[in-house]
């Protein structure tokens, strides 16, 4: 259901932009793409602040609006086929980052034998992870699934729900191990 979102408001994207032509966004657009997040985080922060959200959840909301507001603006200069592909991959990317992050807190409030549990955990969900690309490509043959380059933006969805998802399952075992609710 996510990646048939995903895939669906990426083609919106385009449409809406429809007649004008999407532009390659190289790591200088990237960085000035970030420097321009950037400036938007500190009325977010305040906001949440008000709300009395816990420091904790503020510093993941703002890590999460940095990444999803990088792939809307990344998607918004080029809406072609292949430019959400790479944004698509570029947040996964990122997200990628913040899972090593909450991964890293996390590991460091857990006491003895329970880091190794969380090691172990970790190592097989790699495993499941490169399992179900695998298995994501496969089904993205033409045999299966008739081919163009919408499979390529079904490849990088399916790829970046994993990320997110994992990211999301260890910042709340992370919320619940320092009870930061």
């Known amino acids: 259901m996510k990646l048939a979102l995903t895939v669906f408001v990426g083609l919106l994207l385009s449409l809406a932009t429809f007649g004008q032509a999407p532009t390659e966004v190289t790591l200088e657009l990237q960085k000035k793409i970030k420097q321009d997040i950037e400036k938007e985080i500190p009325k977010l922060k ?19 609006f940095r990444v ?22 570029e947040t996964a990317n990122l997200y990628d980052s913040l899972l090593n992050k909450y991964y890293k807190k996390l590991l460091s409030v857990l006491k003895g034998d329970d880091k190794k549990v969380l090691i172990q955990a970790q190592k097989a969900w790699l495993v499941f992870r490169d399992s179900e690309i695998k298995l994501v490509g496969t089904i993205s043959k033409d045999e299966y699934s008739g ?9 990088s969805a399916e790829y970046l729900d994993l990320i997110k998802s994992r990211t999301n399952a260890i910042f709340n075992h992370y919320v619940r191990a320092t009870q930061s609710y």
């Open 46 to 64: 305040q906001q949440l602040e008000k709300e009395k959200a816990n420091p904790v959840g503020i510093e993941f909301t703002l890590d999460t």
């Open 68 to 89: 999803e507001r990088f792939m809307q603006k990344y998607i918004d200069l080029d809406f072609s086929d292949f430019g959400m592909r790479d944004a698509t991959f």
């Open 147 to 155: 081919g163009g380059t919408m499979q390529q933006l079904i490849d």
